[in-house]
């Protein structure tokens, strides 16, 4: 324990600093009624360790970016803007003699450009997974709000996806999936196939196990949703004689505007964000079905050593997730939802 | 904080002498932090370099060093930690730190490398070991092959030159793995077929066995991965490379590549070989003990997962090892996937680094590793051990050392294995033909990479 003097000094430390910030202030112009130095002190332990563990590595990843970078040798050679070349181009859309042509074969095939298909694998993933996330979530917990007998052990089934690793989850669906999984055995024979190794299907498997694994989590949130909505706003519709349709249409939708917004972004960050299953799954393959934009990050960074590249990569797909969660924020700003 | 109104002003005397005591203890912290890290380095007496030592290891050495590696279970880091206290009672004054890693060991190792603070003496496998060398990170092992009593002859010479780069030795081998022919002899009696030594005997065996086998956990002859690892063995059996003598372009799309892959995709092709995803087990050596196949090319890591196969002991008895079939015009080849023990060039301590590397890899030091069975002795002379005659599955596989081609494609490896394989699976999925597939990954590759 602090002894008497010890203590007595941080006091007169604490003060020292205060009486400095204080004519520091007083020197910029600022206000006692703008006096946050409490504020200041609660968030500073959350803003150091915000820059020394995400904002530094981020600054320091984007100058990464325009570097030939080893992480053996821990140094780089400056080569401008030659890693954002070399993953954007061929482009899907080229201007030639006559125009804008729009190339397909960029998109649909691995051989062109690794980046851009590996984006319309994200794009296809994205689409495919997040309204049925969503809707899934919203339909799950429409049920479970009502009085159902074993509400908390379906609620609790549910969520079970949620808690099991990915990489468990994966291993589980990859074996499912397989020529001689689960699914074919219960498929009528004409419809059986190697689902999880058929370059088709692959990608069809991890958003059927994303879609599975979804559900649970966004169910919670729109059960947390539910139960903020008002009883008195269902009572005044029943009164006016409004049917479940209309009271869903009219009273729980547009409730529920906050909680969509937040589970629409995050469910389209996480699914541009889809790494893990993929790689568990079926590690990108196979012949490149599952390869998604960070799987190929990854591999380009940390199995082969292209740090400079793989940052630019992380770089664009940072620029498209930051453009769409910032229109959606200002979208979102004329729809707020009161009480 | 209560008594605080009574400190109300403060002298600027009281102010600065709290700072300097809030400073002071941070600063003392800071030290006692590092003080057991660092505590071997003042005393390292050996940084000077190699000339300290000759073999007779009566030379002390003042040094503490620390080796990283990974381990495949308890029993491997438990014989790895026995060899490093041995080492250290036979070495007075070296001081030996052993921390496997157990995860994303290649990753965790190019950081610490690149931080500068990497463990003395480390694993490296043969993938990625030409681009450590290339990056100058590597303690070159010159000095030890050069020394009079260690006698690197011993070494499988592609172990040996897995390790090499520029004509520097900058690891030893620690351990190495070929691909051989498993197969079940009671599937290939059944069949009457023998152990095939060609290719064409090969798909005969595996017609038959198609047509023959009637165990009911059947369902093909042989099991490969979607991605085909066994290619790169039959290419160089077919007289083909992976890239030219001088490293400069990438050639495996030639005709021997070509011919290689076009008979691996003609067996699956035939029903005659399944991928994973076709069957219920993942890999080589569940779909063998299973009894889902007859044959599988797969190395000794299969061995102990048979042995101690506990839904089905008598397995084990029943599957034997030949050496891969091949062209009856071709060479003989397998793949080697090997390990060294190599040391940090930034290491305080080379000589001590290196003495350590002698003992783990001595003649005895390796027998020992080797008797675990997980993996092969790099050493030619260890197929006279008594282990291997017992064992000889191992020494089929042992002898395969001989003309093996260590899986290993100079710096930029991982970055033309990455852009082979989706390829190699292309062709074996019929996504796309063997010789499509090949020059799509060879022009890719020498465009992009080399």
């Given at each position: 324990?602090?002894?008497?003097?010890?203590?007595?000094?941080?006091?007169?430390?604490?003060?020292?600093?205060?009486?400095?910030?204080?004519?520091?202030?007083?020197?910029?112009?600022?206000?006692?009624?703008?006096?946050?130095?409490?504020?200041?002190?609660?968030?500073?332990?959350?803003?150091?360790?915000?820059?020394?563990?995400?904002?530094?590595?981020?600054?320091?990843?984007?100058?990464?970016?325009?570097?030939?970078?080893?992480?053996?040798?821990?140094?780089?050679?400056?080569?401008?803007?030659?890693?954002?070349?070399?993953?954007?181009?061929?482009?899907?859309?080229?201007?030639?003699?006559?125009?804008?042509?729009?190339?397909?074969?960029?998109?649909?095939?691995?051989?062109?450009?690794?980046?851009?298909?590996?984006?319309?694998?994200?794009?296809?993933?994205?689409?495919?997974?997040?309204?049925?996330?969503?809707?899934?979530?919203?339909?799950?917990?429409?049920?479970?709000?009502?009085?159902?007998?074993?509400?908390?052990?379906?609620?609790?089934?549910?969520?079970?996806?949620?808690?099991?690793?990915?990489?468990?989850?994966?291993?589980?669906?990859?074996?499912?999936?397989?020529?001689?999984?689960?699914?074919?055995?219960?498929?009528?024979?004409?419809?059986?196939?190697?689902?999880?190794?058929?370059?088709?299907?692959?990608?069809?498997?991890?958003?059927?196990?994303?879609?599975?694994?979804?559900?649970?989590?966004?169910?919670?949130?729109?059960?947390?949703?539910?139960?903020?909505?008002?009883?008195?706003?269902?009572?005044?519709?029943?009164?006016?004689?409004?049917?479940?349709?209309?009271?869903?249409?009219?009273?729980?939708?547009?409730?529920?505007?906050?909680?969509?917004?937040?589970?629409?972004?995050?469910?389209?960050?996480?699914?541009?964000?889809?790494?893990?299953?993929?790689?568990?799954?079926?590690?990108?393959?196979?012949?490149?079905?599952?390869?998604?934009?960070?799987?190929?990050?990854?591999?380009?960074?940390?199995?082969?050593?292209?740090?400079?590249?793989?940052?630019?990569?992380?770089?664009?797909?940072?620029?498209?997730?930051?453009?769409?969660?910032?229109?959606?924020?200002?979208?979102?700003?004329?729809?707020?939802?009161?009480? | 904080?209560?008594?605080?109104?009574?400190?109300?002003?403060?002298?600027?005397?009281?102010?600065?002498?709290?700072?300097?005591?809030?400073?002071?203890?941070?600063?003392?912290?800071?030290?006692?932090?590092?003080?057991?890290?660092?505590?071997?380095?003042?005393?390292?007496?050996?940084?000077?370099?190699?000339?300290?030592?000759?073999?007779?290891?009566?030379?002390?050495?003042?040094?503490?060093?620390?080796?990283?590696?990974?381990?495949?279970?308890?029993?491997?880091?438990?014989?790895?930690?026995?060899?490093?206290?041995?080492?250290?009672?036979?070495?007075?004054?070296?001081?030996?730190?052993?921390?496997?890693?157990?995860?994303?060991?290649?990753?965790?190792?190019?950081?610490?490398?690149?931080?500068?603070?990497?463990?003395?003496?480390?694993?490296?496998?043969?993938?990625?070991?030409?681009?450590?060398?290339?990056?100058?990170?590597?303690?070159?092992?010159?000095?030890?092959?050069?020394?009079?009593?260690?006698?690197?002859?011993?070494?499988?010479?592609?172990?040996?030159?897995?390790?090499?780069?520029?004509?520097?030795?900058?690891?030893?081998?620690?351990?190495?793995?070929?691909?051989?022919?498993?197969?079940?002899?009671?599937?290939?009696?059944?069949?009457?077929?023998?152990?095939?030594?060609?290719?064409?005997?090969?798909?005969?065996?595996?017609?038959?066995?198609?047509?023959?086998?009637?165990?009911?956990?059947?369902?093909?002859?042989?099991?490969?991965?979607?991605?085909?690892?066994?290619?790169?063995?039959?290419?160089?059996?077919?007289?083909?490379?992976?890239?030219?003598?001088?490293?400069?372009?990438?050639?495996?799309?030639?005709?021997?590549?070509?011919?290689?892959?076009?008979?691996?995709?003609?067996?699956?092709?035939?029903?005659?070989?399944?991928?994973?995803?076709?069957?219920?087990?993942?890999?080589?050596?569940?779909?063998?003990?299973?009894?889902?196949?007859?044959?599988?090319?797969?190395?000794?890591?299969?061995?102990?997962?048979?042995?101690?196969?506990e839904d089905n002991p008598d397995i084990n008895g029943q599957i034997d090892v030949a050496h891969l079939p091949k062209p009856s015009d071709g060479e003989k080849a397998t793949i080697a996937y090997t390990v060294s023990y190599?040391?940090?060039?930034?290491?305080?301590?080379?000589?001590?680094?290196?003495?350590?590397?002698?003992?783990?890899?001595?003649?005895?030091?390796?027998?020992?590793?080797?008797?675990?069975?997980?993996?092969?002795?790099?050493?030619?002379?260890?197929?006279?051990?008594?282990?291997?005659?017992?064992?000889?599955?191992?020494?089929?596989?042992?002898?395969?050392?001989?003309?093996?081609?260590?899986?290993?494609?100079?710096?930029?490896?991982?970055?033309?294995?990455?852009?082979?394989?989706?390829?190699?699976?292309?062709?074996?999925?019929?996504?796309?033909?063997?010789?499509?597939?090949?020059?799509?990954?060879?022009?890719?590759?020498?465009?992009?990479?080399?």
């Open positions: 324990m602090a002894t008497e003097s010890q203590r007595s000094l941080v006091g007169d430390v604490l003060a020292g600093t205060r009486r400095i910030l204080a004519s520091a202030k007083h020197r910029v112009g600022i206000t006692e009624d703008q006096n946050n130095l409490m504020g200041f002190a609660f968030v500073a332990p959350n803003i150091l360790v915000f820059s020394a563990f995400l904002l530094g590595p981020v600054l320091y990843a984007f100058y990464i970016s325009f570097q030939e970078w080893s992480i053996l040798a821990g140094a780089g050679t400056w080569v401008g803007l030659t890693n954002y070349v070399e993953v954007l181009r061929p482009l899907p859309l080229a201007y030639t003699g006559n125009g804008l042509t729009w190339r397909p074969e960029v998109l649909t095939s691995p051989s062109a450009n690794l980046w851009w298909y590996a984006l319309k694998n994200t794009f296809v993933y994205a689409i495919g997974t997040v309204p049925l996330q969503i809707f899934g979530g919203l339909a799950v917990a429409l049920m479970l709000d009502k009085r159902v007998r074993f509400k908390k052990t379906y609620r609790a089934a549910y969520f079970m996806p949620v808690m099991l690793s990915g990489a468990a989850s994966a291993v589980m669906w990859r074996w499912f999936l397989a020529g001689d999984g689960v699914i074919n055995s219960v498929l009528p024979t004409f419809l059986e196939h190697n689902w999880a190794g058929d370059p088709g299907t692959a990608l069809g498997g991890v958003m059927l196990m994303a879609v599975w694994g979804g559900i649970g989590s966004n169910m919670i949130f729109f059960l947390a949703g539910l139960q903020n909505i008002p009883e008195e706003l269902y009572e005044a519709a029943r009164i006016d004689g409004a049917s479940a349709w209309h009271r869903f249409r009219h009273v729980t939708w547009p409730s529920l505007g906050n909680t969509n917004f937040f589970v629409f972004v995050m469910a389209i960050i996480s699914a541009f964000q889809v790494f893990g299953i993929a790689l568990v799954f079926s590690e990108g393959g196979p012949v490149y079905a599952t390869t998604t934009t960070v799987l190929l990050i990854y591999q380009r960074a940390f199995e082969e050593g292209a740090f400079g590249e793989g940052a630019a990569m992380a770089f664009l797909l940072f620029i498209l997730i930051f453009s769409f969660s910032y229109y959606q924020y200002r979208y979102r700003d004329e729809t707020e939802v009161d009480y | 904080m209560t008594d605080d109104s009574t400190n109300g002003r403060l002298s600027r005397r009281r102010f600065v002498a709290g700072l300097s005591t809030a400073g002071a203890a941070a600063f003392l912290a800071g030290c006692s932090d590092d003080s057991g890290g660092s505590s071997g380095d003042g005393s390292s007496g050996d940084g000077s370099g190699s000339t300290t030592t000759t073999a007779g290891t009566t030379t002390p050495m003042n040094a503490d060093i620390t080796l990283s590696g990974w381990a495949a279970n308890n029993e491997e880091s438990a014989l790895v930690t026995d060899l490093v206290s041995e080492f250290e009672s036979n070495h007075e004054g070296i001081g030996v730190d052993y921390n496997p890693i157990q995860s994303k060991y290649k990753q965790k190792l190019k950081t610490q490398l690149g931080a500068g603070n990497a463990p003395d003496a480390f694993y490296v496998d043969s993938s990625y070991f030409p681009s450590f060398a290339s990056a100058n990170v590597l303690l070159s092992m010159e000095p030890l092959a050069e020394s009079e009593d260690y006698d690197t002859d011993d070494f499988f010479d592609p172990l040996l030159d897995a390790f090499r780069f520029d004509g520097t030795l900058y690891g030893v081998p620690k351990d190495f793995s070929t691909l051989g022919l498993f197969h079940n002899t009671a599937m290939f009696e059944e069949a009457s077929v023998d152990p095939p030594t060609t290719w064409s005997q090969f798909e005969d065996a595996l017609s038959a066995l198609k047509d023959n086998v009637s165990n009911e956990s059947f369902k093909a002859p042989m099991i490969e991965y979607a991605n085909g690892r066994s290619w790169w063995a039959f290419l160089y059996q077919n007289g083909g490379q992976v890239l030219s003598e001088d490293g400069s372009e990438a050639v495996f799309a030639d005709d021997p590549g070509v011919e290689a892959l076009e008979f691996l995709t003609g067996l699956k092709e035939d029903g005659l070989l399944a991928v994973p995803s076709d069957l219920g087990s993942g890999w080589h050596g569940a779909a063998i003990a299973n009894q889902e196949v007859a044959t599988a090319i797969l190395g000794p890591w299969g061995l102990p997962f048979l042995e101690g196969y190599s040391a940090s060039a930034n290491t305080d301590s080379p000589a001590a680094t290196r003495e350590l590397i002698r003992s783990l890899t001595s003649d005895e030091g390796m027998a020992r590793w080797a008797k675990k069975g997980l993996a092969l002795s790099a050493r030619k002379s260890h197929a006279d051990l008594d282990y291997y005659d017992e064992h000889p599955r191992r020494k089929t596989l042992l002898e395969a050392g001989d003309w093996s081609q260590p899986f290993s494609f100079g710096p930029k490896s991982e970055s033309i294995v990455n852009r082979v394989r989706p390829q190699l699976e292309a062709a074996m999925l019929g996504e796309k033909s063997p010789s499509d597939a090949l020059s799509t990954a060879q022009q890719k590759i020498n465009d992009e990479v080399l």
